[in-house]
């Protein structure tokens, strides 16, 4: 946009892996588009040179997990105008968040050998539960061509496309022979958001939900069919949905559900 | 080429719809018939074998096409098997349909440039090409003359349609086995072709004998037969023929009711039956993919980073989304009760007030896609059930498992 001033950039991180932000790095055609359209102000994990605030547009990825990231994450707030979680970690709580159904106490002593200067959160919890969001990008990681069509909508001013029905929909614009009725193969694509052009299915493997729950998800539904059709235990449907997105909302209730069904009482 | 026309010709009786008489090639001969469209520069698109499926691709010869294989349906689940016999078709229907050839999943509609302060649209051209399609079924003759009829036949046509229908030779296929999804035969869909093919065939194999009968549906059919060797059918291989297709009607284990079907559902806006399918169905829309007649498209404008460069495409969507019906405020088909409702309303309802016909044909794509195995055939006979005296009770079964094939 030549002369206008280019809207500048931060991207954030959290508890998470890196590989959602690696993401923005390997979207190698687009990267100098990125860097062309946007003034990359504050980027640890690309660039050393840091810009202070007020950011137009902040990526933030990861979960909170410590009270100091807690308190860090109303600081940039206040620093964006417009603030977008990427991933899993981010706008779920993550992998870690398994620590949610257990006490992390328990495992501070176990993994450290001085669990006294580990100061955590009992919970792994998602950006949106501290501050307002603009936008949840999901996926574990996210997927490229959504990460660049969030930023060109953010940039044009309209609403990114980003479908929240099924990952199903997805494998049968492509053809992809479904798993689940043609193998036997169980598969999560039916409750999971899509995004990620059906990529399990299409290399012969059930959807391990990276994208999270899809609008108006049925799992009981799903899980029903799986035990009864697929012959899955309650362990193995509780296993699945203890992945990624273990704390989205509808997974968490649900697995709970087969947790007391797996050990009643 | 022939068109399907939606309506019902006359009975196959050694005459072809064409008036022309049937006549009989060796299963070999199946090889030149094929050749003959390639010469004629047709790309062959047939049944082949994928990821342990029968999908619908380019062939280059008979060789690819699911030899020996049959498929083994019931409500979410598909199985491919060997079968005893080197049948050419010996399978029914897979999860694809040829709607994909003619009505693209993904197509890009054009793309506009911005050039200091000219704007430029650039259509993108549909790209087209002779296509012959290899064993299209009854049922789905009657779904292309159903989409050919959504997309062209009214006041507004669809460009891309019908230029991806035009040049289009159809080589159908009788059906002898249907699969246990099937319900052609009551809805008078299948299992035998009656028009809107170039040549239709009955693959005959008993003992040695391994043939096709052969009816010619087109001027461009005959001309294509002509030059293969062929021997005029007598009445022992009409004979025949009607048997093969009376079995194949008698073997249809399933059946949608089609009398008072607008007002039965109708009546129904506010059957408890909705809130039990509700309860099972994902809103996955598996159902509306493999469907087809669906014909439910998206338009997604997408700008580049510079946002000098846009672009429109059309997606495939279904009444299932939540954006299917958001309009100011949300969606307006919130619950999966109120989607469901909707889709089976609009095939069988809606449908005629729209079209004139149903918008099912019977195929049993969406019992056998469906991951959770829902039945429409079940859901329309429950609803029925609820409105007799008995309560339904009897033959309906409110537990989809009973009738689940193993
Ligand atoms: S493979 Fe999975 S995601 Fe794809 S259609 Fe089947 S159930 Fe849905
Ligand atoms: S509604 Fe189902 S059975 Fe009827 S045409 Fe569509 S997919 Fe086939
Ligand atoms: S049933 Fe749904 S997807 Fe199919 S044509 Fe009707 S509205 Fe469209
Ligand atoms: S009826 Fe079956 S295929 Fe259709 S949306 Fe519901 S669960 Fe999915």
Redesign the interface.
Same mark, same amino acid.
């Given at each position: !946009?030549p002369g206008k001033r280019r809207p500048k950039l931060a991207v954030w991180k959290f508890a998470s892996c890196d590989g959602c932000q690696l993401s923005l790095l390997d979207c190698e055609d @687009?990267l100098l588009? $990125?860097a #062309?359209?946007l003034d990359i102000a504050y980027f640890p994990e690309a660039t050393r040179s840091v810009q202070p605030g007020p950011y137009d547009l902040s990526l933030v990825e990861g979960s909170i997990t410590t009270p100091h990231d807690a308190e860090r994450i109303h600081q940039i707030r206040r620093d964006s105008r417009q603030l977008i979680s990427i991933g899993a970690c981010a706008t779920a709580g993550g992998i870690q968040a398994l620590r949610n159904f257990k006490d992390v106490r328990e495992f501070t002593r176990i993994v450290y050998a001085s669990p006294q200067y580990i100061e955590t959160l009992r919970r792994s919890t998602p950006i949106a539960e501290h501050v307002r969001v603009d936008f949840e990008l999901r996926g574990c990681p996210i997927a490229k061509h959504q990460l660049? +069509?969030v930023?060109?909508?953010f940039?044009?001013g309209?609403k990114p496309?980003v479908?929240?029905?099924?990952v199903? &929909?997805e494998c049968?614009? &492509? #053809?992809?022979?479904?798993v !689940? $009725?043609?193998? #036997?193969t169980p598969?999560l #694509?039916?409750?999971t958001q899509a995004g990620c052009g059906a990529l399990c299915p299409s290399y012969?493997r059930g959807c391990y939900a990276c994208f999270g729950p899809k @609008?108006?998800?049925?799992i009981p539904?799903?899980s &029903?069919?799986r035990r +009864?059709?697929l012959g899955a235990s309650d362990l193995e449907i509780l296993r699945s949905l203890r992945t990624f997105n273990a704390a989205a909302a509808e997974f968490e209730r649900e697995s709970i559900r087969h947790e007391h069904q797996n050990h009643p009482g | 080429m022939a068109k399907g026309s939606g309506k019902k010709g006359s009975a196959m009786r050694g005459i072809g719809p064409f008036g022309r008489p049937s006549r009989v090639i060796p299963k070999e001969s199946l090889r030149n018939l094929l050749e003959v469209l390639r010469l004629r520069g047709y790309t062959l698109i047939g049944p082949t074998v994928r990821d342990q499926a029968i999908v619908y691709d380019e062939i280059s010869s008979p060789q690819e096409l699911p030899i020996g294989w049959t498929d083994r349906q019931g409500p979410g689940t598909y199985r491919l098997e060997r079968r005893e016999d080197d049948a050419f078709f010996g399978f029914v229907v897979g999860p694809q349909s040829w709607k994909k050839f003619f009505f693209p999943p993904a197509q890009r509609l054009f793309q506009i440039s911005r050039d200091g302060k000219e704007i430029h649209t650039t259509p993108d051209p549909v790209q087209t090409r002779k296509r012959a399609l290899i064993g299209v079924r009854p049922c789905e003759l009657r779904a292309l003359a159903i989409q050919d009829r959504v997309f062209t036949g009214g006041a507004y046509v669809d460009g891309s349609y019908r230029r991806l229908r035009e040049d289009v030779f159809i080589l159908a296929v009788n059906c002898g086995e249907p699969a246990a999804t099937c319900f052609c035969a009551s809805l008078d869909t299948g299992p035998q072709v009656t028009d809107g093919f170039d040549l239709a065939i009955t693959e005959v194999i008993e003992g040695t004998r391994h043939e096709f009968i052969v009816h010619v549906g087109s001027e461009l059919g005959a001309r294509v037969l002509e030059a293969v060797p062929s021997r005029e059918a007598t009445d022992a291989d009409s004979a025949t023929e009607r048997e093969i297709v009376q079995r194949a009607t008698r073997r249809m284990s399933r059946a949608l009711e089609r009398s008072q079907l607008k007002e039965l559902l109708y009546r129904n806006y506010e059957s408890p039956r909705w809130d039990q399918v509700a309860a099972r169905c994902l809103s996955c829309a598996n159902c509306t993919m493999v469907c087809p007649t669906c014909f439910c498209s998206t338009v997604e404008d997408v700008t580049d980073l510079s946002g000098d460069h846009a672009e429109r495409r059309r997606l495939w969507d279904s009444c299932f989304t939540m954006d299917f019906s958001y309009i100011v405020g949300g969606s307006v088909r919130a619950s999966t009760r109120a989607r469901y409702r909707h889709w089976l309303t609009h095939k069988l309802a809606t449908w005629q007030d729209q079209f004139g016909v149903i918008g099912c044909v019977g195929c049993g794509r969406c019992i056998t896609w469906c991951p959770v195995g829902i039945d429409l055939t079940e859901e329309v006979a429950a609803l029925r059930g609820r409105e007799s005296p008995d309560g339904g009770s009897g033959a309906i079964q409110e537990n989809h498992h009973d009738r689940t094939e193993s």
């Open positions: !946009m @687009e588009d $990125v #062309g359209a660049i +069509e930023i060109s909508a940039l044009n309209r496309n479908p929240t029905y099924s199903c &929909q049968k614009r &492509q #053809g992809v022979v479904c !689940m $009725v043609a193998h #036997g598969c #694509g039916p409750v012969h @609008e108006t998800p049925n539904a799903l &029903q069919w +009864e059709r | -």
